[in-house]
């Protein structure tokens, strides 16, 4: 059984930092994608960053630049680091992991490939 709790999330104004954390207790699987994804109110969920086995990432263009994604796979955590945060970064973040060998799956970072969730934390930026 493969659990996902995130932490780090928080208030903050723009221009600020935030590093959000996912533990994945239960994921042994060797090949798969790791990703962050967000849902502000009103809208569909989205993806973020990801980060498949190999250690190769993938980011949002809208993040681009101002998010770096990273994984410590001896202790199955994976980390969001959001810098220069902006007002339209507000949103409940998500820490999501699939086991695949496919790296164009962490590419496309579209929500219904991940089948490992977290329960979500609180980004909000203030203006």
Same mark, same amino acid.
């Given at each position: 059984?493969?659990? !996902?709790?995130? !932490?780090?999330?928080?208030?903050?104004?723009?221009?600020?930092?935030?590093?959000? !954390?996912?533990? $994945?207790?239960?994921?042994?699987?060797?090949?798969?994608?790791?990703?962050?994804?967000?849902?502000?109110?009103?809208?569909?969920r989205e993806g973020v960053a990801g980060?498949?086995?190999?250690?190769?990432?993938? &980011? $949002?263009d809208s993040v681009k630049g101002r998010?770096?994604?990273?994984?410590?796979?001896?202790?199955?955590?994976?980390?969001?680091?959001?810098?220069?945060?902006?007002?339209?970064?507000? $949103?409940? &973040?998500?820490?999501?992991?699939?086991?695949?060998? &496919?790296?164009?799956?962490?590419?496309?970072?579209?929500?219904a490939d991940f089948n490992y969730w977290?329960?979500?934390?609180?980004?909000?930026? !203030?203006?």
């Amino acid at each position: 059984q493969v659990q !996902s709790v995130e !932490s780090g999330g928080g208030s903050v104004q723009a221009g600020g930092s935030l590093r959000l !954390s996912c533990g $994945a207790s239960g994921y042994t699987y060797r090949h798969g994608c790791m990703g962050w994804f967000r849902q502000a109110p009103g809208k569909e969920r989205e993806g973020v960053a990801g980060i498949a086995s190999d250690g190769t990432t993938y &980011y $949002a263009d809208s993040v681009k630049g101002r998010f770096t994604i990273a994984q410590d796979k001896t202790t199955n955590t994976m980390y969001l680091q959001m810098s220069s945060l902006k007002f339209e970064d507000t $949103a409940v &973040y998500y820490c999501a992991a699939v086991p695949t060998l &496919y790296t164009s799956t962490c590419a496309r970072l579209t929500q219904a490939d991940f089948n490992y969730w977290g329960q979500g934390t609180q980004v909000t930026v !203030s203006s």
